[in-house]
Every structure is written in structure tokens, then in C-alpha cells.
């Protein structure tokens, strides 16, 4: 089918080194599709379906590219910048692909352009080659070894290089099968991990925490004491692992394991830093995730901290084979910027040398944006990224990631996220944007009055001078990007708002929205 949408390709003008932007929900014609272009020779240029027209026309733009595959859902989204798209099921469909020429590429040729943002007049376009790819299969082949018994479940959008790499190259090198979902919610999800039989999944922080608050659900239902019980369970668990290496979880908590199908042997997290909490639980119930590191930059992953009874956690492990990392000006507590070589960082940004400087030098070396430290066995901590920093009147630097880290989880919030907002002493000031959680038993002062008390304590315990000194709660759920990272930016834009909206914007105010 690849073949046949490459004839199709062919037969419409695409030729060796043209741009063809690729969206559409998980599906296996998206594989199909991606494969097409590179027998036609040509870039992959994979997009978000959820982008709005202006953002498509500005990747259109920039990419220079030559025609588009999308699906329904897609060309929904993108309104009619792209009316004249190829349909993603028809061009894939069966056909004859007799007569096609295959060009042959060099590893160093380009595969895809990834756009790391459409939402200014100039995205950045990350160059990923076959060889960068290549790289990529052939490091995690060796921490993750897949066979053809295996299935993996992919939930995360493919036009992200995690997903894309991990949940597909990945298993498709090893000959596992990949399963997607119709539909990517919690029923839908457990479903999938039943009929499928899956034995392992890729997935970002916010998949991890949504089964982990089922789990917690379905054990509150239960009453008191089976949640003692189960916390307990936990725990046991988590002590055998780290005296013995063993792991007792299949046994404690066998109901769990069989709601996620019973065949699952290895979990991925990535696209963020995984909360302890629920690494924490993960571990206790013997479902051990592997947390991975890297940027799209480096096709994507850079470390990995393999997942195993008693394994330590809090940090993003190694280099993955083949890859260097090391800090760069580390400060006194050995925190600097996080640099990385390997064959599989990027070639550039596409048609923008001066970008390209600034993240590469010339003896190879990425410059990551993230701030992080190396301990005695050469593992890697990402303590924030280098704008996630605040950097307070009096010169305190607070990093978000790891204050939202020592944080942690907080009693009746739901969500929450710190950002720096303009101090007007100079400066910023720490800012804390809170969602409070849903209670059906409870009115919404209730739940309220609960999120402000658990909220006030848990700050009580930062250092006092990294002590959020705005605090807003709302209803609304974070502002998120398609890999549900929290927008740091507009939830800034939101802090600043009601900032301005106060009569007084001293510290430690509370407002309501």
C-alpha cells in the first residue's frame, strides 16, 4: 500500500526532495501515508491536526511544500487552507504499484521537518535524517527488546517524535505490532489494553496520571480500609523490590494488572518530567516505568532511566548508547545547561542557518534550553528549562519543574502550574495557577475552602523565599498542548490578568475565578 501511494504521488508531480505535509488521527493509513512519501523520495512533513489555518499556512510556508495528505478530521480543523489535499484513506488505499522507481537515499538525506511551533510567522522546522532515525532504533533496540511477540499501543499523536519513534519505528524494526485506538479515552483505553493483549506502551505523564487516579477511584469505592490495604500493599511491594530485586505486585495486586489486560511487561514515559508520586505507585503495583529524556531536536530520546523493582527514581537515567551529554557552566550545586552529541541530533532547521547556530555548534554539541545535573554514576536530574527559571527581586532563582516537584501532588487540587509574573519591585514573583478537584459530594465551596487548606500547606513547606506569592484558583482546566504539557505561557497570560484585574497586588493574595 505504501508503494501504490507512492505511484499515486508520483503520478501527481511529487518528486525526490519535495515537502509533503502529512495530518490525521492515529491510524495505520497515517503509517502507510508516511512510508508512501518516503518511497516517492520525497519529505514527510507530519502536523497536528488541532492547528488552526493560520498556523497550517504558516508551516505550508515555511516548509515550502508541495502538496498535503490529511484526513477528515484534519481538513476540519484547517478550514479551506488546504482544499486541494490529497484524502489520507484514498491515496493509501490498495493498488498496483508496478514500475516505481525507489530512489536511493543516503542516510544524510533528509525524512521529515518537524515544526515545533506553527504559531508565529516563522516556525522552526526541525531537519530529522534516515540516519538520525537509524540511530535512534538502533540505541533504544537495546534497552527495549522488542520481539514479535510483543504489541504496543500507541495513544499519543504520531506527528510526535516520541511516539513516532518509540511507539512506531521502534516496534515495527523489532516486528511487534502496533494496535491503535478510534478513540483516545479511559474506557476506550482499557478496552484496548484487554482485546489487544498489549505487553507495552509509550506515553506522556498525563496517560500515566489518568490511570493512576482510576486506580485511586476504584480503591476509594472500596472504602477505608481496603485503601489502607492497598497503600500498604504498595509499600511492601516497593520495599521487597528494593532489598531483593524481587517483585510481588502480579500477586498483590493481580485485579489491576488484569484491568490493563494482564500482559503488560514494559511502560514508557516521556515528553516530560513523570511525577514521583506516580512513579511511586507504578512501582508499588509492579507496572515499572521506564522514563525517558530528550527534545524533538535529537529525534527525540537522549537518556533513559530503565524501569525495575527497586529501581531509584527522580531522575532521566543515562545516555542512551551512542549519545553524550554533559553540563554546560555548572553553578555550585551543579546545575548548568544540559548539551548532547550523537548521530542522532538533528541535521538543522530547515532553510535557517542563524537558528541552527544558535542550538549547534560545530563540533556537534545541542544546546537542549534545559537545566539539569549529573550525579556519581553519570545519571541525568532535568531541574527546569532554562526560561522556566524565575529570578526573584532579591535574586533567588526559583526552577518551576523542580518546585512543582517538591510540590508534588496536592489533596483536593486537581491540577495546578507555577509560572513567573512581572514583580513590580522588579524582577518576578512566583505565581501559582490552581484548579481545585471535583468532589460529588461536595458543593464547590466545600471543595474550594479544602484545595485553598491543602494548597496553603503544601507551600509552607517551600523555602521561604520560593514560595509562590500570587495564587489564583479557577475552574477551567489548564491550558495544554496536544501532548498535554501545561502552556506555561498563557497560564502566565491568566496570572497577569487577574494581577492587573487587583486592587492590591500584594503578596500572598488568593483570588477566585
Avoid at 22 to 37: E, I, T
Avoid at 76 to 85: K, N
Avoid at 274 to 287: D, E, H, R, V, Y
Amino acid at each position: 500500500r505504501a508503494r501504490a501511494c507512492a505511484v499515486r504521488l508520483r503520478k501527481h508531480g511529487i518528486a525526490s526532495g519535495d515537502r509533503v505535509l502529512l495530518s490525521g488521527a492515529n491510524h495505520p493509513d497515517w503509517v502507510v501515508a508516511w512510508f508512501g512519501v518516503q518511497y516517492a523520495g520525497a519529505i514527510v512533513v507530519p502536523v497536528e491536526t488541532g492547528l488552526s489555518g493560520t498556523q497550517v499556512e504558516n508551516i505550508a510556508k515555511a516548509s515550502g511544500m508541495k502538496a498535503a495528505i490529511v484526513d477528515a478530521e484534519a481538513r476540519g480543523f484547517f478550514g479551506g487552507v488546504l482544499e486541494d489535499s490529497f484524502d489520507l484513506h484514498a491515496i493509501t488505499a490498495k493498488g498496483a504499484s508496478e514500475g516505481l522507481e525507489i530512489p536511493e537515499l543516503s542516510g544524510d538525506e533528509v525524512a521529515s521537518i518537524l515544526y515545533t511551533s506553527g504559531t508565529t510567522g516563522s516556525p522552526k522546522g526541525v531537519m530529522l535524517t534516515h540516519a538520525n532515525f537509524l540511530a535512534m532504533i538502533a540505541s533504544l533496540a537495546k534497552i527495549f527488546p522488542l520481539n514479535e511477540e510483543d504489541r504496543l499501543l500507541s495513544v499519543l499523536p504520531l506527528h510526535h517524535t516520541f511516539e513516532f519513534s518509540c511507539g512506531l519505528l521502534l516496534p515495527l524494526s523489532r516486528g511487534a505490532r502496533v494496535v491503535y485506538l478510534d478513540e483516545v479515552n479511559g474506557d476506550r483505553l482499557t478496552h484496548g489494553l484487554k482485546v489487544g493483549k498489549i505487553t507495552c506502551m509509550a506515553g506522556v505523564p498525563a496517560l500515566w496520571q489518568l490511570l493512576e487516579r482510576k486506580i485511586r477511584a476504584q480503591v476509594d469505592d472500596r472504602g477505608p480500609v481496603a485503601k489502607v490495604g492497598f497503600d500498604m500493599g504498595l509499600e511492601v511491594n516497593r520495599i521487597v523490590g528494593k532489598s531483593t530485586g524481587l517483585d510481588v505486585g502480579r500477586v498483590f495486586f493481580g485485579q489491576v494488572h488484569e484491568r490493563l489486560g494482564g500482559n503488560i511487561r514494559l511502560l514508557i514515559s516521556g515528553g516530560s518530567a513523570l511525577p514521583k508520586s506516580t512513579q511511586k505507585l507504578f512501582a508499588g503495583l509492579g507496572l515499572h516505568l521506564a522514563e525517558g529524556y530528550g527534545l524533538t531536536e535529537s529525534s527525540p530520546v537522549l537518556t533513559v532511566a530503565k524501569g525495575y523493582p527497586g529501581a531509584k527514581i527522580g531522575h532521566v537515567g543515562k545516555p542512551v548508547p551512542g549519545v553524550e551529554v554533559k553540563i554546560l557552566d555548572a553553578n555550585s550545586e551543579g546545575v548548568g545547561e544540559v548539551l548532547a552529541r550523537g548521530p542522532n541530533v538533528m541535521k538543522g532547521y530547515f532553510e535557517d542557518a542563524t537558528a541552527t547556530g544558535q542550538v549547534l555548534d560545530a563540533d556537534g554539541w545541542l544546546s537542549t534550553g534545559d537545566l539539569g545535573r549529573l550525579d556519581h554514576s553519570g545519571r541525568l536530574s532535568i531541574v527546569g528549562r532554562a526560561k522556566d527559571v524565575v529570578v526573584t527581586s532579591s535574586g533567588e532563582n526559583i526552577y518551576l519543574d523542580d518546585a512543582e516537584a517538591t510540590l508534588g501532588e496536592i489533596d483536593f487540587v486537581q491540577e495546578y502550574s507555577l509560572v513567573g509574573v512581572e514583580d513590580p519591585r522588579g524582577g518576578e514573583r512566583l505565581g501559582m495557577l490552581v484548579v481545585p478537584g471535583s468532589d460529588r459530594e461536595s458543593d464547590r465551596t466545600v471543595v474550594w475552602s479544602r484545595a485553598k487548606e491543602t494548597v496553603r500547606e503544601a507551600i509552607s513547606k517551600l523555602p521561604v523565599g520560593g514560595r509562590p506569592t500570587v495564587v489564583q484558583y479557577v475552574d477551567a482546566d489548564l491550558p495544554r498542548t496536544s501532548t498535554r504539557k501545561v502552556k506555561r505561557k498563557e497560564v502566565r497570560v491568566i496570572l497577569e490578568r487577574f494581577a492587573k484585574a487587583s486592587q492590591s497586588p500584594a503578596s500572598g493574595e488568593e483570588r477566585a475565578a
